[in-house]
């Protein structure tokens, strides 16, 4: 299985980004799949979610702002991220459960995990 996520950059505050994972050796569509990011010095925390049944999850910091989706046909998962702000700066992580139903943002319950794509928001 490999995860491989591209779309990073820098970009100003108020700004948007697509990040995309794209995956081989693994469906999206029949798993838990969902975005991390860490900034320096900082745990790894789930930004959103999807599952097997489309159900998406996003945390609190986030809501409003950013959208996860997935394309079956390209076995993507993307990340829309809108009206950025200084604090979403992080290294963004694509990961990938074998499970499948509601999606978490516990780390330990995916399988997966894509080498990461840096996010910068600066001014």
């Known amino acids: 299985v490999q995860l491989v996520e591209s779309g990073g950059g820098l970009v100003q505050p108020g700004g948007s980004l697509r990040l995309s994972c794209a995956a081989s050796g693994f469906t999206f569509s029949s798993h838990s799949v969902g975005w991390f990011r860490q900034a320096p010095g900082k745990e790894r925390e789930g930004v959103a979610c999807?599952?097997?049944?489309?159900?998406?999850r996003y945390a609190d910091s986030v809501k409003g702002r950013f959208t996860v989706s997935q394309d079956n046909a390209k076995n993507t998962l993307y990340l829309q991220m809108n009206s950025l702000k200084l604090e979403d700066t992080a290294m963004y992580y694509c990961a990938a459960s074998r499970g499948r139903g509601y999606c978490s943002f516990v780390r330990d319950s995916y399988d997966y995990w894509g080498q990461g794509t840096q996010v910068t928001v600066s001014s």
């Open positions: 999807i599952d097997n049944d489309g159900y998406t």
